[in-house]
């Protein structure tokens, strides 16, 4: 497994070949070799014969070059050993019988045995969403599978979008999010006004009277929400003179407002379909990535250990992932301490106290037959327990 510890390890043998691996003292002995060769060819020209002491000095810089080479190839070897010892290569102890982790997928020599279709088709919107459509096009032919033109135009309107934003050019971003205005006042973004915003800054740093009436013309439409932002914008036409000295020099200073309408443009474009922002492949390869040396540490210690993890649709270890990877709350039964699944939902019960399905089946006899809470005195026939979703 890689720790820390390893890591720095290794980062330690890249510090000692990146040190060795410096060029200088070689080409400083060709050199000289090559001064020596030069000086010898002076000699021959004054029937001088050189040939000892040239054969002396070359075999000596000679010698040097190889045992530098030589140190050189000695660390690369070590360098790569550790890479070998800190990423273990082989995930082969993963998909064998005695490791049934993953919805016992993880028993089967292929884990995607089944799905090939949805992988071909993850793989697919990647490419399209990484704005590669007629690569895309190209393996969906090889995969044989059906191009969501829909979603590919979509996408197409988006790079669009995203390649005039990064050469300066906001108009069609601002045309639309005035298209989508419900939908980002429903979301309660900010996106079309920080567009509005960043369009106004850059008309005031060259024509202060467009601005002006950019601003006149445009920003009345969101005094209600965004009133004190307005304000500022306002009063820096007082100090347009001098902007850098003035109070609000700190709107006008740095160039980072375009990366962040950009990121928050392709944001609510994928909002706007349905989509998480992130790309689940690159999710599904990150969290996997985080996952696989937790993963084989187990599988080293069940090994050591002769146990073998049973259990179906859980793994035997909690896998910590970033925050942004949790995309809905998880529920946990005050019962039976499982977390709840799409099979094991949370149930809750008139009273409000929430319980995992399976749970309440066990408190209760029957469907007709009454629960009596944990939390609280009251009793509830099963089938008066409602489903519930978390967002």
């Known amino acids: 497994m890689t720790t820390p510890s390893s890591l ?139 191009p969501p033109e829909d979603l590919m135009n979509e996408f197409s309107q988006r790079e669009q979008i995203l390649s005039s934003l990064r050469s300066g050019h906001l108009d069609p971003a601002i045309h639309w ?61 007082l100090y347009a003179s001098d902007i850098s000295s003035s109070p609000y020099a700190d709107l006008f200073s740095g160039d980072d ?8 443009f392709a944001s609510e474009f994928c909002a706007r379909l349905g989509m998480n922002p992130e790309d689940p492949l690159n999710v599904i390869i990150t969290a996997g990535a985080i996952s696989i040396p937790i993963l084989l540490k187990v599988t080293s210690i069940m090994k050591e250990k002769k146990n073998e993890w049973t259990s179906q649709g859980e793994l035997p270890v909690e896998t910590p992932l970033p925050p942004n990877f949790y995309y809905h709350r998880i529920f946990t039964c005050p019962v039976n301490k499982e977390q709840a699944t799409e099979e094991n939902p949370p149930m809750m019960l008139p009273c409000g106290h929430i319980y995992c399905r399976t749970s309440l089946q066990r408190m209760s006899k029957g469907l007709d037959s009454k629960i009596k809470c944990a939390y609280c005195p009251n009793m509830y026939p099963f089938k008066d327990a409602i489903q519930v979703w978390f967002p």
């Not at 006042?185 to 467009?210: I, M, T, V, W």
């Not at 407002?257 to 928050?264: D, K, P, Q």
Request: charged content about 20%; overall charge positive.
């Open 8 to 146: 720095s390890t290794l980062a330690s043998h890249c510090d000692q070949l990146r040190r060795r691996y410096d060029p200088a003292p070689a080409i400083s002995r060709i050199d000289a070799l090559l001064a020596l060769l030069a000086q010898s060819r002076d000699a021959l020209s004054l029937s001088v014969s050189p040939i000892p002491f040239l054969r002396q000095q070359a075999a000596v810089q000679l010698a040097a070059l190889k045992n530098d080479q030589q140190d050189l190839y000695n660390r690369l070897t070590k360098y790569g050993k550790a890479i070998d010892k800190v990423f273990q290569t082989t995930l082969s102890r993963l998909f064998s019988p005695n490791f049934k982790a993953d919805l016992s997928r993880a028993s089967l020599p292929h884990p995607f045995h089944g799905n090939e279709p949805l992988v071909h088709y993850s793989i697919a919107l990647h490419l399209i969403r990484q704005g590669l459509p007629d690569i895309a096009v190209i393996f969906m032919q090889e995969a044989n599978i059906s």
């Open 257 to 264: 407002g375009l990366h962040i309408v950009e990121s928050e």
């Open 177 to 237: 999010c005035s298209q989508n205005r419900k939908f980002l006042q429903s979301r309660g973004s900010s996106l079309e006004f920080d567009l509005h915003q960043l369009q106004f800054l850059k008309l005031f740093k060259n024509d202060p009277q467009a601005a002006y009436d950019y601003a006149y013309s445009t920003f009345s439409s969101f005094a209600t929400r965004y009133l004190p932002q307005i304000q500022r914008l306002a009063c820096s036409f």
